[in-house]
C-alpha cells in the first residue's frame, strides 16, 4: 500500500465515504427570514430559540464556542461543524466502532453522545494523538508497521479505542476473559475482548491485534517498562 495514504489512514485524514447525513444537525434548524411556522403554531424562529445553544467544546486541546441544535450528536458537530472527519460514521447506532473518539481518556461512540453531554470533557480525536510536531502515537506507528488495516474506514475508531485499551490494561481494569484480575495482561485474547466493539468490514483483524500487541510494547518502552506482553 502506497506510504502516503498509509499514513492518511492513521492520521484519520481519509476521503470520507460515510452514508448521507441529514442537513448538519448542528446547523440545523435554521430559522428563516419568512414567518412559517411548525404543527405547533409556533414560529421557526421561536423553534430554533428552544432547541440552540451555546456551546464550549475542548477538543484536542483547542476550545471551540460554537452555537449548536441541542439534538446535535458530537460526532455530527466533529463532522460537520469542525471538519475532523476522521472520526467515522458506521452505523450510526453505537454497532460499530467507527465513531470512537476518546472523552477524558475513555472511549465513547461519539455518535450516540449528544455534544451537550461532552461539555467540559477533554475530547480526543484520532487527530489529535500525534505530537505536535507530527510524530505518531505508539499505536499509530504500530497499526502503520503491521498494515493494520485494508480500506482505513475503521481505522481511526480501532486506533482510539486501542489507546484507551492500553491505558486499561495498565490501570489493572479486568475484562471478561481475563484469567487474574490482580495481573492483567494483554494478549490476543484480551485484544479480541476489549476491542470486540471496533467492527472491521475488511476483515484485518489478523493484523490489528499484533498492532496493538506491538503498541503496547512501544508504550511500555516509552514509559520505561519491560514491555512484556502474553501471546
Ligand atoms: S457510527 Fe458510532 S458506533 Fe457505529
Ligand atoms: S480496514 Fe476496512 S473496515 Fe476496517
Redesign the pocket.
Known amino acids: 500500500m502506497a506510504a502516503g495514504r498509509s499514513q492518511a489512514?492513521v492520521r484519520g485524514v481519509t476521503p470520507t465515504h460515510s452514508p448521507a447525513t441529514a442537513a448538519d444537525p448542528g446547523r440545523s434548524p435554521t430559522a428563516p427570514s419568512g414567518a412559517s411556522s411548525d404543527t405547533s403554531g409556533r414560529s421557526d424562529a421561536a423553534t430554533a430559540a428552544v432547541t440552540r445553544s451555546a456551546y464550549r467544546l475542548r477538543i484536542n486541546g483547542t476550545e471551540h464556542e460554537l452555537d449548536l441544535d441541542n439534538r446535535a450528536s458530537l460526532l455530527d458537530v466533529l463532522r460537520d461543524r469542525l471538519d475532523l472527519t476522521g472520526s467515522k460514521k458506521?452505523c450510526d447506532h453505537g454497532q460499530c466502532g467507527?465513531c470512537t473518539v476518546l472523552l477524558d481518556g475513555r472511549r465513547a461512540n461519539s455518535c450516540l453522545v449528544l455534544a451537550v453531554a461532552a461539555q467540559g470533557r477533554e475530547i480526543t480525536t484520532v487527530e489529535g494523538l500525534a505530537g505536535a510536531d507530527g510524530e505518531l502515537h505508539p499505536v499509530q506507528q504500530a497499526f502503520l508497521d503491521h498494515d493494520?488495516?485494508?480500506?482505513?474506514?475503521?481505522?481511526p475508531g480501532?486506533i482510539c479505542s486501542a489507546v484507551a485499551v492500553l491505558d486499561e490494561v495498565a490501570n489493572g481494569w479486568p475484562s471478561a476473559v481475563t484469567r487474574d484480575p490482580d495481573a492483567v495482561e494483554l494478549d490476543r485474547a484480551e485484544v479480541r475482548e476489549r476491542m470486540a466493539g471496533n467492527?472491521?468490514?475488511?476483515?484485518?483483524y489478523a493484523n490489528?491485534v499484533p498492532a496493538v500487541l506491538e503498541a503496547q510494547r512501544l508504550t511500555a518502552g516509552a514509559a520505561g517498562g519491560d514491555g512484556a506482553v502474553t501471546r
Open positions: 489512514y458506521g467507527a493494520a488495516y485494508q480500506c482505513g474506514y475503521c481505522t480501532q467492527i472491521c468490514r475488511c476483515g484485518a490489528i
